[in-house]
């Protein structure tokens, strides 16, 4: 694979990560800014549903993130490894 089509691959990986992070971030923020209307409601357990999902894409993609860059770095030492 070319030299730059890794770099697309890592910078693709990378942007959806900062995406998946945003939203666990704006899921974060909208439960802890409307904390008491969802005692109230008792939605507790949606809202820790919706984080836990969006936390767990965050950490795959972010691994998928970490092993192109290891192959990347492998290729290069000319070591291509499990890649």
Do not use: W
């Not at 910078?11 to 904390?35: C, D, F, K, L, P």
């Not at 972010?62 to 990347?72: F, P």
């Amino acid at each position: 694979m070319p030299r730059r089509a890794h770099g697309v691959d890592i910078r693709e990986a990378s942007r959806n990560q900062r995406n998946r992070e945003g939203a666990v971030a704006a899921t974060t923020a909208e439960t802890i800014s409307s904390i008491r209307v969802v005692q109230a409601l008792s939605l507790q357990t949606m809202f820790s549903g919706l984080f836990s999902s969006a936390s767990l894409r965050s950490q795959a993609e972010g691994d998928h993130g970490a092993r192109e860059k290891d192959c990347r770095a492998a290729r290069y030492r000319g070591d291509e490894g499990d890649c």
